[in-house]
């Protein structure tokens, strides 16, 4: 019984990141932007949140203050934002091929952070660690989850009702399908996919603060460990819906969970215990996954 206690909130820790970054990619495709530069951005999110607490430290004298970690995910959420609208000039304005523009982002995620690391710790891996983290909470006595946990299965049924019974919701989706007719009715098409698109970077942000400040107490190099791949493909697998993402990140959540638990053992070789997740992803996109039609514009620049 405490195996499955533990495996049930690891699940839902593994998931956290992934659902918030997923539920951004979810605003991103929907509008018909896509966003492979998720991942990038959960790293520059998660490194200015770390970095931005770490000299908020510096700076009050090392203090505990409730306020310093949700100064430093405002940080997050800031960074993974303006990282996102970058995207969304290059793939919008310029109408640059969204796949090599989030492609570019990931890169410069690999190598951006560490400069700054260097230049502030004197090294290019790690950050110092931070006292202020994202406060836990203890449920039930069984195990202490992250309040970003909660916040994180909380937006699932807020993002549908955006979406789904709101106007600009449905505007949103018009966008993704069909820009041209959503034009004629009055639809600023450029600025709804510009928000979208920034949406999309800001739940990245929010998702890199949790890896940093919530679930860790620093930056890591490359610590998304490619989760914002994972986001996409639990995009993909959820057919582009907020309750199939949520199924889909559980899904994948476990299975980082699982892999988690293996490592003590010696069922399995460590290599393989450590790319099992990424091996349980694609073969559930290659064989479960059945039709998934995404938003009919989604990937194609709209020039007014």
Do not use: C
Not at 2 to 15: G, P, Y
Not at 42 to 70: C, D, H, K, Y
Not at 154 to 175: D, E, H, M, Q, Y
């Amino acid at each position: 019984m405490e195996i499955i206690i533990a495996l049930f909130f690891s699940t839902l820790r593994q998931a956290t990141p992934l659902l918030f970054t997923a539920l951004g990619g979810l605003f991103s495709e929907r509008s018909g932007v896509v966003n492979i530069g998720l991942e990038g951005m959960i790293l520059f999110g998660a490194a200015a949140s770390a970095i931005g607490v770490q000299r908020l430290e510096v700076a009050t004298g090392g203090v505990q203050a409730a306020w310093i970690p949700w100064v430093g995910l405002l940080f997050g959420a800031l960074m993974g934002g303006l990282v996102a609208a970058a995207h969304a000039v290059a793939s919008i304005k310029y109408r640059a091929d969204q796949i090599v523009s989030g492609t570019a982002i990931n890169i410069l995620a690999i190598g951006a952070p560490s400069i700054v690391l260097q230049v502030l710790y004197n090294n290019t891996s790690t950050s110092q660690e931070v006292v202020n983290r994202i406060p836990d909470i203890n449920v039930l006595g069984q195990g202490h989850l992250s309040i970003l946990v909660f916040v994180a299965y909380l937006l699932v049924p807020l993002v549908w009702w955006i979406l789904f019974k709101t106007p600009w919701g449905l505007r949103l989706r018009a966008v993704g399908e069909q820009p041209e007719a959503a034009e004629t009715m009055g639809v600023n098409v450029i600025g709804m996919r510009y928000t979208a698109v920034i949406i999309s970077g800001v739940l990245a942000g929010v998702a890199g603060a949790y890896l940093s400040i919530g679930f860790l107490n620093q930056f890591v190099r490359n610590m998304s460990a490619g989760q914002g791949f994972i986001a996409l493909a639990a995009l993909i697998f959820g057919k582009w819906h907020p309750l199939g993402v949520l199924g889909a990140t559980l899904l994948f959540g476990l299975f980082r969970a699982l892999a988690i638990q293996l490592q003590g053992g010696d069922i399995l070789p460590s290599v393989i215990i450590e790319a099992l997740p990424y091996i349980l992803t694609m073969l559930v996109l290659a064989g479960f996954i059945g039709r998934s039609r995404p938003p009919a514009a989604v990937g194609k620049p709209y020039d007014k």
